[in-house]
């Protein structure tokens, strides 16, 4: 089974997603039938749900053709990666992992357990890539390697290991993380020194071949990173835009209301 987005990083000039808390497969539906977005984001890392409504996400993704990736804490993070892709998700973003060592430890828990290989995951007898059809267990291990993996940068010391992290064979993407890196840091958000760490994460990474995602919440946003060389981009957070529409709309109702 194909993965949609292997396919559109190895395919598409330009990658975009955007980023859902609901487990209810309508609202991945509405991304999927836009026609816009290569894959959508479930975010694990703040939304509650089950195993159930992972399998439900993963086939509205594929009702769509659109990819399903997940963002898991990092506490149980290996149990989630990898119930997540028994459900049929296609790639997984990791948070805080501040060192190569820990990255190639985590990649290890979502690769297959073979010689080559050398992973943790066994043969999933579950929905992922509907594996029933797999002529053998070499053919199920070789699309398990097609899992897209990105992590985070959004602590001191992972910007300052960043070169080695962006080494780590099977990193796809990296993503800075300014809200996190600046309250690790003890910098305002929108400070000189962070917008310095991202362009060194997002420099460093296209140096060493890997794409740097930029998460934006406005189209015109993303004018500066292409020039920087970005083409993978995350718009907007379902929460976030709810918020922003139910604030801005209602306060402009309430004046009209009020006559003002």
């Not at 609901?22 to 836009?34: D, L, Q, R």
């Not at 898991?72 to 993070?77: C, F, I, L, M, Q």
């Amino acid at each position: 089974m194909e993965n949609t987005i292997r396919e559109a990083f190895e395919k598409k000039d330009m990658v975009l997603s955007t980023r859902i808390n609901s487990t209810w497969p309508v609202i991945t539906e509405i991304v999927g039938s836009s026609g816009i977005y290569d894959y959508i984001e479930f975010l694990a890392e703040y939304a509650p749900f089950d195993h159930y409504d992972l399998e439900v996400l993963a086939m509205a993704c594929e009702l769509h053709n659109i990819g399903s990736l997940i963002k898991v804490d990092y506490a149980n993070r290996i149990y989630v990666a990898q119930k997540a892709l028994a459900s049929g998700f296609q790639g997984v973003l990791f948070t805080d992992h501040t060192k190569a060592d820990e990255v190639k430890e985590t990649i290890r828990g979502i690769r297959a357990a073979t010689p080559e290989l050398g992973g943790k995951l066994g043969y999933v007898s579950r929905r992922w890539i509907r594996n029933a059809t797999f002529s053998s267990q070499q053919e199920y291990a070789k699309e398990v390697s097609k899992t897209v993996i990105g992590f985070m940068i959004e602590k001191k010391e992972a910007v300052e290991n960043i070169e080695e992290i962006c080494k780590v064979p099977g990193v796809d993407f990296v993503q800075f993380g300014p809200a996190d890196y600046s309250m690790n840091c003890g910098y305002a958000k929108n400070s000189k020194e962070v917008k310095e760490a991202e362009k060194h994460v997002i420099k460093t990474a296209l140096k060493n071949g890997v794409q740097p995602r930029v998460e934006i919440t406005q189209a015109q946003q993303a004018q500066p990173y292409l020039e920087m060389g970005v083409t993978h981009f995350s718009l907007g957070t379902e929460v976030k835009i709810l918020k922003e529409y139910w604030n801005n709309e209602g306060s402009k109702l309430l004046d009209i209301l009020r006559g003002k």
